[in-house]
């Protein structure tokens, strides 16, 4: 199944503003957490601990994307997120599923790895192998009627089955970073899909690499 | 190709200045292996590896950690020692399951069962887990549900 399937729901290209970066998104998944701003046409957190959460409810089978503009510096330490089938959203106990690409510190080099976020209680459930990012990057996640996808550039890098939150719900982006992280997203897609099969018994046939070569 | 049983521990590294949790032997394969899991009562997964001989073998010496020496889940327990059914119980046990449960639905020797009926059979129930900040722990307090993946899932994700 090809990766992106839905569109772009923002652009980005506008006037500093934020956050949130527009009336589209609430701040934030995690209402802990700081939110994101709009920053010269490219979405940036407005604190090391951010999100902004895409305001409509969407059903089930889920994607969100976006595309890479910034990279973490040379010394930074962080991760940017992605988030699907959020539940309790923009409220201290989120729960859903989280796309997290972890930069270890040295040039943009890092992992991919899928948690589940059981109300503040995060359960990994997929790490990826070594690798690095480039400018321009397409990065997202899909949960495949159960199946939690993870892909790159339209290549899916990890993927894990997981029903717990395989329900309604809401997507969103962020990140979670030291000072020196640097992140910034553009042209943001995302939606929902019509053929939910809440059946774990029919679900696509798994690539279940728990890590991958980069 | 391997079975295991094994806990999940705790990770505070990652996360929004709240606990990770991730299962031992799923960090303990490498690059190029294979792995799938389920996660069971217990603060523990049933978790299926391929990797080398040297890694499976290192995974089986994980604390905590049971190696189920059956591939498939046809196969028959008619083989294991008194100590290897005994031991199946006792994990079963420990993971919360009653001795009436287990008595229930393995009323016979558990040689005359297969690896699927015992896995199937631990991956019953689960529990959601949540993270209590006030006492920092992450804890398993929440009523039973079905796991968030299946054993036949698993079993089939690769061979």
């Known amino acids: ?214 | 190709m391997a079975w295991y049983i094994a806990p999940y521990v705790r990770d505070d590294v990652r996360g929004h200045g709240q606990p990770s949790r991730f299962c031992t032997a799923r960090d303990g394969v490498g690059g190029s292996d294979f792995y799938a899991s389920v996660e069971i009562l217990g603060n523990y997964a049933i978790c299926k590896v391929r990797a080398n001989q040297a890694t499976l073998d290192a995974l089986a010496a994980l604390p905590n950690v049971d190696r189920i020496p059956k591939n498939r889940l046809d196969d028959s327990l008619s083989d294991f020692t008194p100590a290897q059914k005994l031991r199946m119980r006792d994990i079963a046990l420990g993971l919360g399951y009653t001795l009436q449960e287990i008595n229930a639905r393995f009323p016979n020797d558990l040689g005359t069962y297969t690896l699927g009926d015992v896995l199937k059979f631990l991956a019953k129930r689960w529990k959601r887990p949540r993270y209590n900040v006030g006492t920092d722990e992450i804890l398993f307090d929440t009523p039973p549900s079905d796991p968030p993946s299946t054993v036949e899932w698993v079993a089939d994700a690769f061979s």
């Open chain 1, 1 to 214: 199944m090809p990766f992106p399937e839905t569109p772009i729901i923002d652009t980005c290209v506008r006037s500093n503003t934020g956050p949130p970066p527009s009336a589209d998104w609430i701040s934030s998944v995690d209402s802990d957490h700081g939110g994101m701003k709009i920053v010269s046409n490219q979405m940036a957190p407005d604190a090391g601990v951010a999100s902004a959460m895409w305001i409509p409810v969407l059903t089930a089978k889920q994607e969100i994307y976006f595309t890479l503009k910034a990279f973490p510096s040379p010394s930074g330490v962080g991760s940017f997120e992605l988030h699907v089938n959020v539940q309790n959203g923009d409220t201290p106990t989120p729960s859903g599923y989280i796309m997290r690409f972890w930069h270890s510190g040295t040039g943009g080099a890092g992992q991919f790895e899928l948690d589940r976020n059981d109300a503040g209680a995060m359960t990994r459930l997929v790490t990826s192998g070594g690798l690095t990012l480039a400018l321009n990057d397409v990065c997202g996640i899909r949960n495949d009627n159960g199946v939690l996808r993870c892909h790159r550039n339209g290549i899916e890098i990890i993927s894990a089955p997981d029903v717990a939150y395989f329900m309604a719900g809401k997507i969103g982006i962020g990140t979670l970073n030291d000072n020196s992280f640097l992140f910034r997203a553009s042209d943001i897609g995302g939606g929902s899909f019509p053929d939910v099969r809440p059946n774990l018994m029919i679900f696509p046939k798994p690539k279940m690499r728990a890590r991958v070569e980069a």
